[in-house]
Each structure stands twice: as structure tokens, then as C-alpha cells.
């Protein structure tokens, strides 16, 4: 089996970087509508993401979640899979983490790791349903990820402000016990050590899918489910591994948004981390290191407009535009290469 | 057990169904249209959106809300146009540039109503399409106390359905349609031009859902406010799916969920959460997948884009 990621061709870095660049121009088509400069819109972006040790660790803490995320659709997509509901994986890995948070009193070398460990178990186990669905019975897990994202959605919904309900007016539950807190590694920000648990998860996904013989089944699973039966590997099998790691990822993310951001759980917190997952996995060609990448710039992005939108007549949510521009270049591979006349398969 | 059954079977209740469903019909035709074609539509959620914006803010700014419903279609249906493009032209995965599609849609429709109006969350109140009593309908017992008078959008989601289902099964490019969806070679040899109905069946899928947008934002209510949606693009397509794919069936699909929408307050009074009525579409949905409720199998050919040989 050809071996992609070892290869890594040079054009491999320039599809993400020209869909970027183009998503950015697009992007500036809208910056001018408002009779703004774009330069000066960028600019601001860029040096408030990236400008002081300050911007570079909250760019840090906004990429994140988005790690977590971007490794999980990666994962998948590696297996062949199409996991869209990293959103309701994490909701599903927020809630078991939350719950261990609130309900233990342990010291904090047992207690962090345990509520890590519960919402990863709950992610897991939320996206093995639409694994199992179709490794027995040949459901595609599109649709089934993107309901069970809603139905997450909901019971969570549900547990917070009904069984788990802090008792304020807010929709929210207590707060954990500050043993199961993620720790702030550079204040003022709120970047805490979970970004050390992204690069381990980032670590771990290359080391299961490039250095194990299960990566090697679930990749071969990836490029070719026919084949990969006829030569003895059970794919019913690997479909519900897949999902289930894929969604353990998922469910880190929640993790990361209670033990590290909100430390509680407020209803419907997460601002489609789940979806731009997708656009990180993508961006980073399904690689951990692009996925890291990718999600920093996303980070960045995110973490650049609140100043951009003080201080230009620049919306925010001209970044959730950008992003959605980066999605569409990025799926258009065949029209970026047919513009840098590269070859169509590379 | 009186009062519950009189809850259930009561006039008001399936009034207000048939309101909910409307949006999630006009959708969900839409999906039919897409999927049929062999275009994967996950992107109604995002064009229902920009439909609703686009109809409050050219009611806004012509004082016409018929001149809004326009604005709405010619809004989804150009934002179908760009999903066709990308995927028909450039064969991107059709489920990311429809999932680029709703993220695009979400930020756009807020950047728009904070350029326009200085506000996040919602824009200034609009003109509304108003209520009309038809004139048979009305004159019936107990039907005319559920359709006798109803919003005109709530009519025309119904001659929609009938529409869409004469056009799909009575008419050649219904037949083509049905062909290019299912084994897009063939249609091809017998020289149906694919692509042509594959943007076709997708800028109107757009249009539809933008349609479906108006329904909410100047006639349901008479503004626009952030993600006012709220995943109804999904409940279309579980309706398409749970309707096998078929005009008829996601009529009743929508109007299955849209009564379950209207029960709720009235649900809640007796305990239940209104976040499992809210759960119910996409659990059916699931359990319609996996075959326990007669297996929904959906166009051979959807999620694969046509490569001419």
C-alpha cells in the first residue's frame, strides 16, 4: 500500500495553502462591501492573533478545541468514514465530563484524569452507534451522525436545565470541583495544559494509524473496504473502531470545554466546534501535523476578530465566512489544480 | 385520559401543525429535488437561512413581502447554484460544501444584519404576508376550523407537494430526473444531459428551501433573528428520508413532526420534555434507516459526482 503521508509531496502543502489564500481574497470581497480595507482588516487579525506571546497563547486556546475536533474527522476520514457528528460527540464527552466533575470529590491527579477519560468513553460510545448502524446494517453515517448530533444536542439540553440543573436562572450546572480543572498555563489567557493533551492525542492518532497493525486495517479499510475484506481484514469491525476513536477524539474536546473553558456545562456552549472540525481535518489533509496546523489558523482567526470587529466596521462573523470559504476551496481540489495545472491525481 | 385524548385530536392543535410543517415541506421538496438528481442535500439548513433573511430584509427595504418570497427563492436558489457548481463542476464531496454551505449561511446572514441593522440577534420588524380564509374550504365543518383560514404560504406548500410529486412521476423530465439520480451512465447514453439536470434539480432545491425560510421570518413571525432555523433544514431531510424520498411521504413526514411541534407546550403541561418531542424526527429518522420501519433507501446515485466518460 502506497504510503501518502511518507511521500508528502510538495503539492500536498500547496492546495491548503492556495484554498487559504483564495478563501482570503473572497473574504476580502466582503470587507471592501462594508467600505473597509481589507490590509487593514488582516492586519488587525494578524497581529491580535499572532502579534505578542499574550495573542499567540489565546490563539492557542481557541485552536484548542479545534484540534481535538480536526483529529477526530481526520481519524475518521482515514477509515474512510465521514464523521460528521463530532459536534454531538463532543456535547455527549462534555456531559460525561462534567458529571464526573461534579459528582467526585478525588484528589486531582485521579479526578482530571478520570473526567478525561469519562468524556472520552462518552464520545466514544455516542459515535459507535452510527458505527455499529453501519457495519451491521449498512446505514450510511452521514445521516446517522448528523441525527445523533441533534439528539445530543437535546438531551444534554434536557440534563441541564432538568436533573443536572445548577439552580440558577442560567441554563447551566454547578461548577466542577477545581480538582478537575485543566490548569492556565499562561495568565492572563485561558490557555491551560489541555493543549499539551492535544498534542499527545495528535501524537497518539499517527502513532495507532502509521506504527500499529490495527492503523494499518483501518487505513487499508480507508482506501478500499472490498479489498480490505478479500484480504482478511473485518471491516464490520474496523468501522466500529474507527468511529469510536474518531469519536473518543470528539469527546476530548468537550473535555477540553468544561475542564478547561467553562468549568460547568452551559447549555448549547459550543459554537459548531464539531463542524469546523471538518474544515480543520480537511485543511490539514486528514494528517495530525496539518490538523494541528490548520487548527491554529483557525484559532487564530477566531482569536483576531473581536479586535478587528472593535476597532473596523467588520463584523465578527466575517471569520465564520472565511472559514466556510476554506471548506468550499478546500473540497474544490479539482478546481485548484486544474488553475495550478497540476496533475489531477497526485 | 378524556382530557389527553381531547389535547390530541383538537382542532387548534392540527392548525398549528400544518403551520409548523409548512417551512419543513417547502425544504424537504427541495431535498427531494437535489437527491433525486443524485446530489446529496445537506445543505437545506443553510439555504432555508438565507431565505429567511433575504425575504425580511427585502420586505424591509421594498415594504412588499410577495417581493420578499422572490427575493428568498432568487437567495437560495443562487446559493444552490454555487453548491451545483462545486459539486457537479469541481466534484467536491457534496456533503462538505453542503456542510460549507451552513456554516457559510450562519455567518453570513449575521454579518449581513449587523452591516444593515447595528444589531446582532434581530433585525427591526417587517411587513407580513397576512392570513386569507379560502373560500370552500371554509364553508366545510371541522376542516375549516384546521384549513378554512390559514396563511397563503401554508396553502401553497400544499400545491407544492402536488406539484412536485405530477412533475417527478407524470413528466418525462420527472422520468430523466429520476434516471440520472439512480444510474447517471445510462441517462447519459440515452442522451439526457446530466449535468444539466443536476443543476436544474439544485438551484430549485435552493429555491424551495429559501422559500421554506420566507414561511418563517414574514409570516410566522415578522423578523429576522440569528440561527431563527434552528436545525428545520435537518427535520426536512429526516422528512425526506423518512418519506423514502418521495413528495407524498415527506408531506406526511413534516406534518407528522410539524404536529409533534405544536403539541409540545401542551406536552410539557403534562411532563414531558419538550427536548424529546424536539429529539422525535431525528430518533424516527435513525430507527427508518436501519429498516425497522420498512427500509428507506435513498437514490443509488446521490453522493456521487458524474464524471463523464
Not at chain 1, 466533575?101 to 484524569?113: A, D, M, T
Request: aromatic residues 10%.
Amino acid at each position: 500500500m502506497r504510503d501518502k503521508v511518507k511521500a508528502l509531496p510538495w503539492q500536498e502543502l500547496l492546495l491548503p495553502l492556495v484554498a487559504v489564500v483564495l478563501a482570503l481574497l473572497v473574504g476580502s470581497v466582503f470587507i471592501l462591501y462594508v467600505g473597509e480595507n481589507p490590509l487593514k482588516a488582516y492586519g488587525i487579525l494578524f497581529t491580535e492573533s499572532l502579534g505578542s506571546m499574550r495573542n499567540i497563547a489565546t490563539t492557542l486556546q481557541r485552536a484548542t478545541p479545534l484540534m481535538f475536533t480536526g483529529l477526530a474527522v481526520a481519524f475518521a476520514f482515514r477509515a474512510g468514514l465521514f464523521n460528521i457528528g463530532a459536534e454531538g460527540q463532543l456535547y455527549i464527552g462534555a456531559f460525561c465530563a462534567v458529571w464526573v466533575g461534579i459528582s467526585f470529590n478525588l484528589p486531582r491527579i485521579i479526578h482530571l484524569p478520570l473526567a478525561i477519560f469519562a468524556a472520552m468513553v462518552g464520545g466514544a460510545l455516542w459515535a459507535s452507534i452510527a458505527g455499529y448502524l453501519k457495519a451491521k446494517l449498512g446505514v450510511h453515517e452521514v445521516i446517522n451522525t448528523i441525527m445523533l448530533n441533534f439528539i445530543a444536542l437535546f438531551l444534554t439540553d434536557w440534563l441541564v436545565t432538568g436533573p443536572f440543573h445548577g439552580g440558577s436562572w442560567v441554563p447551566e450546572t454547578v461548577r466542577i470541583s477545581s480538582s478537575a480543572a485543566f490548569t492556565r498555563i499562561y495568565l492572563p489567557t485561558r490557555l491551560t495544559t489541555a493543549v499539551y493533551v492535544a498534542g499527545i492525542a495528535a501524537a497518539a492518532v499517527y502513532i495507532i494509524l502509521w506504527k500499529t497493525k490495527r492503523g494499518y486495517e483501518l487505513r487499508a479499510v480507508g482506501l478500499n473496504p472490498d479489498a480490505a475484506e478479500y484480504g482478511g481484514i473485518n471491516v464490520a469491525r474496523n468501522t466500529v473502531i474507527a468511529m469510536a476513536i474518531s469519536g473518543a477524539l470528539a469527546g476530548l474536546a468537550g473535555a477540553e470545554q468544561i475542564l478547561g473553558l467553562h468549568n460547568r456545562f452551559i447549555v448549547r456552549f459550543s459554537s459548531d466546534l464539531g463542524f469546523m472540525g471538518i474544515a480543520v481535518a480537511l485543511l490539514g489533509k486528514n494528517h495530525p501535523v496539518g490538523v494541528l496546523l490548520a487548527a491554529v489558523l483557525f484559532g487564530a482567526l477566531q482569536a483576531g476578530s473581536a479586535a478587528m470587529d472593535r476597532s473596523t466596521a467588520v463584523p465578527r462573523e466575517l471569520i465564520t465566512i472565511i472559514q466556510a470559504l476554506i471548506i468550499f476551496f478546500v473540497a474544490a481540489e479539482f478546481l485548484i489544480r486544474r488553475m495550478l495545472r497540476l496533475k489531477e491525481d497526485a | 385520559m378524556g382530557d389527553i385524548l381531547a389535547m390530541l385530536f383538537n382542532t387548534t392543535v392540527f392548525a398549528a401543525a400544518f403551520r409548523m410543517a409548512t417551512p419543513l415541506i417547502f425544504a424537504a421538496l427541495g431535498g427531494i429535488l437535489s437527491e433525486r438528481s443524485g446530489v446529496v442535500n445537506i445543505a437545506l439548513e443553510g439555504m432555508m437561512l438565507i431565505g429567511s433573511f433575504t425575504a425580511m430584509l427585502v420586505t424591509y427595504l421594498t415594504g412588499m413581502p410577495w417581493v420578499g418570497v422572490l427575493g428568498a427563492m432568487a437567495a437560495g436558489g443562487l446559493i444552490g447554484l454555487i453548491h451545483a457548481v462545486f459539486c457537479v463542476r469541481y466534484r467536491a464531496n457534496q456533503v462538505v460544501t453542503g456542510t460549507a454551505i451552513n456554516i457559510f449561511a450562519g455567518g453570513l446572514t449575521v454579518f449581513l444584519l449587523r452591516h444593515f441593522f447595528q444589531v446582532a440577534g434581530t433585525s427591526p420588524a417587517v411587513t407580513v404576508i397576512p392570513d386569507i380564509t379560502l373560500p370552500i374550504l371554509s364553508k366545510i365543518p371541522w376542516i375549516d376550523r384546521i384549513l378554512g383560514r390559514q396563511n397563503p404560504l401554508v396553502y401553497l406548500a400544499l400545491v407544492a407537494v402536488a406539484v412536485v410529486h405530477v412533475v417527478i412521476y407524470r413528466t418525462t423530465w420527472g422520468l430523466r430526473l429520476r434516471a440520472v439520480g439512480e444510474h447517471p451512465q445510462a441517462a447519459d447514453t440515452v442522451g439526457v444531459n446530466v449535468f444539466r439536470m443536476r443543476y436544474i434539480a439544485v438551484v430549485l432545491s435552493g429555491a424551495l428551501a429559501g422559500l421554506g425560510g420566507t414561511y418563517l421570518s414574514i409570516a410566522h413571525l415578522s423578523r429576522f433573528s440569528e440561527g431563527m432555523t434552528a436545525g428545520r433544514g435537518f427535520i426536512a431531510l429526516a422528512a425526506v428520508i423518512f418519506g423514502k424520498w418521495t413528495p407524498l411521504g415527506a408531506l406526511g413526514a413534516c406534518l407528522f413532526f410539524g404536529y409533534g411541534d405544536a403539541l409540545q407546550m401542551r406536552l410539557q403541561d403534562i411532563g414531558i420534555p419538550t427536548q424529546f418531542m424536539n429529539m422525535l424526527p431525528y430518533v424516527l429518522t435513525m430507527v427508518a434507516l436501519a429498516g425497522f420501519i420498512g427500509r428507506a433507501v435513498g437514490p443509488k446515485a446521490a453522493g456521487e459526482p458524474y464524471i463523464k466518460g
